[in-house]
């Protein structure tokens, strides 16, 4: 698994300015546990063979990656490929993440899991995870998203999850994140704490991008046999960032565009956004400084996206960084242009996509329209839509 492509992060989990570790003392000494045991079996061959077998038995990889004619013919412009992230056990890239850490949760002894969890995908993907391992698990999650992913919740019970509410703060992500830190800080010694994405303390960025890297390395040989060169441009939606840095991360010594996109929701100036890069400022937020949505006098702020796997105020100290050295740029698209996008990938390949990947359909639609025809880009589908099929239902006024 490779580590670093230049000289980032630094021994710190520095990446630039970006990243860190800010957390009470109390957590220091299970952050580098985890650290060691991480820069220890990341080299170890038995684990790498036995992490390499279940990507390929359990998960299903390689996910393909697939020429999308239909709408690369629809807009007239580059070739559109998808990586099938959506593909993958459980509808999604985070299956990845969740079942590396359960692996090394086992390897360090520990009998017992925890995840925090918004829309519960994340949870289930670590609920499954365990269930694998045979280590016991347990899932943080704010009664607010209990509520509105009742389905998911029932998922992780039957893959033998405790689920556990959290009633305080705004009963949603940030405040499950704080329960699940909580949790982690009494219980080190036997628990380890499955962190969703690129972000949080030291090692979470780095070994959570190592994980997703797969993405990557996959899409590079799979479009170097397909096309016989690499792509002009790569696409991925971010929410903390972690299947956009799996994809990116195998191309970033190449000099090819990528694209980040974040949650527009009603708009900028709406404030209802989670456009971290266009409405954020540089914060510390739950072990990790990056750009964050805050007030003046640093408060948090609220946010919104149609999509729950984009609604977050952070995001990957590792994007602030790229995004510095302009390897990677970012946008967003809204809320309606992600509807748009669902209907359109749904109609026209017969592929119905998560609303997060939408968004990266969204910006794919409009760059490859504005691209000639012999050039090449590759969207990452980070996951299926089935979990969202209800609530686009919901929000076109259609009684399921
Ligand atoms: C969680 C999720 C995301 C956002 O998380 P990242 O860490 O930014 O990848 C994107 N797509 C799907 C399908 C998700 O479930």
Redesign the pocket.
């Known amino acids: 698994m490779e580590n670093k492509p230049g000289k980032y992060p630094d021994m710190k989990g520095h990446f630039g300015q970006y990243g860190g570790r800010f957390v009470p003392e109390t957590l220091m000494p299970a952050l580098i546990e985890l650290e060691k045991a991480y820069n220890k079996y990341k080299k170890d061959r038995t684990f790498l063979n036995e992490l390499e077998a279940l990507q390929k038995d359990f998960i299903g990889r390689p996910t393909p990656l697939y020429f999308a004619r239909n709408l690369t013919e629809a807009l007239g412009g580059a070739k559109i490929y998808l990586k099938r ?2 593909l993958c056990h459980t ?4 299956i990845n993440n969740a079942i590396a850490q359960a692996l090394l949760a086992k390897r360090m002894g520990k009998t017992r899991i925890i995840a925090e969890t918004g ?1 519960g ?2 949870g289930v993907a670590t609920a499954t995870g365990a269930a694998l391992t045979g280590i016991e698990c347990e899932i943080y999650m704010g009664s607010e998203d209990i509520r509105r992913q009742s389905l998911n919740v029932f998922r992780m019970r039957l893959l033998g999850a405790k689920v556990t509410e959290v009633n305080v703060g705004s009963k949603t992500l940030k405040d499950a994140i704080n329960e699940a830190l909580r949790d982690w800080t009494t219980n080190v010694g036997n628990t380890h704490y499955v962190l ?3 972000f949080g303390p030291h090692p979470y960025p780095l070994m959570v991008r190592d994980f ?1 890297s797969v993405i990557g390395r996959e899409a590079r040989q799979q479009i170097l046999k397909a096309e016989k060169r690499l792509p002009d441009c790569l696409i ?9 840095i ?1 994809l990116f991360h195998a191309f970033l010594k190449d000099n090819i565009k990528m694209i980040g996109v974040e949650a527009g929701g009603e708009g900028i100036r709406s404030g209802r956004h989670a456009a971290r890069f266009a409405g954020g400022s540089l914060g510390i937020f739950q072990g990790c400084k990056s750009y964050l949505l805050q007030d003046k006098d640093g408060n948090v702020l609220g946010t919104h996206s149609v ?1 729950a ?2 609604d977050y105020a952070s995001v ?1 100290p590792e994007h602030c960084y790229l995004r510095d050295l302009n390897k990677i740029e970012y946008t967003y698209a809204t809320d309606t242009e992600a509807l748009k996008a669902f209907e359109v990938l749904s109609k026209t390949e017969g592929i119905i996509p ?1 609303l ?2 939408a968004h990266a359909i969204a910006e794919g639609i409009k760059t490859a329209s504005s691209m000639p025809r012999s050039s090449i880009i590759i969207i990452n589908l ?3 839509g089935d979990k969202d099929v209800q609530e686009v239902a919901r929000i076109k006024g259609i009684n399921l």
């Open positions: 992230e959506d509808g999604a890239h985070k829309a995908q994340h969703g994405t690129v997703q991925a939606c971010v929410g903390g960032g972690s299947n956009s799996g999509s796997g984009l990957g998560a997060e990947s980070s996951g299926r």
